[in-house]
């Protein structure tokens, strides 16, 4: 999915999103640091496609139905807009809004569309993943602020921010 828009004099800002409940923080402030900073958004949701079944998705709810990836992973996005702004009535995305749906490693993938829309800063969500899931799994965050060319924000989750609250109350 993407709308065409002017690009800004006064570029723009990535944001990288899962469409899970983790994402809406990351989106609440690269949507918020847009409208300060008057840059244009780009809404970006990176698809990994899936070995078992590539270019299908199971949408949500449906079992064992697999649709074409490029239509379901649209319609989710739009899902997930509508509800983060139902549930932030407050919400009111910047006004140069463009979202983008790509498919394959989601960390190549926000790198280079960042390098296409030559942008000026990406802002990603981090879990708070740590010990050996973050070992296991590695760190999406952690691999986009090595590889960027362009600032990263990482917006920890509430989650997160706790884990982090617990652990210094731990040490301290």
């Known amino acids: 999915m993407q709308k065409k828009i002017a690009k800004s004099k006064n570029g723009s800002i990535l944001v990288a999103i899962d469409l899970t409940k983790h994402s809406n923080e990351a989106l609440e ?3 918020d640091l847009a409208i300060k900073l008057h840059k244009d958004l780009i809404i970006l949701h ?5 070995e078992e ?12 139905n697999l649709a074409p990836m490029e239509k379901v992973a649209k319609e989710m996005l739009e899902k997930y807009l509508s509800k983060v702004q139902q549930q932030s009535p407050e919400l009111e995305l910047s006004r140069g809004v463009q979202t983008i749906v790509v498919y394959g490693m989601p960390e190549s993938k926000i790198l280079e569309v960042a ?4 942008v ?6 981090s879990h708070g993943r740590k010990g050996i899931s973050k070992l296991l799994l590695g760190s999406r965050a952690d691999h986009i602020v090595t590889h960027s060319l362009v600032p990263v924000v990482v917006v920890k989750t509430k989650k997160a921010k706790k884990l982090i609250i617990k652990k210094g109350e731990k040490d301290g």
């Open 46 to 50: 990176a698809v990994h496609d899936p």
């Open 120 to 125: 000026d800063m990406i802002v990603v969500g």
């Open 29 to 31: 402030f690269a949507n």
């Open 115 to 118: 390098e296409q829309k030559k």
């Open 53 to 64: 079944s590539p270019g299908f998705y199971a949408p949500k709810g449906k079992k064992k």
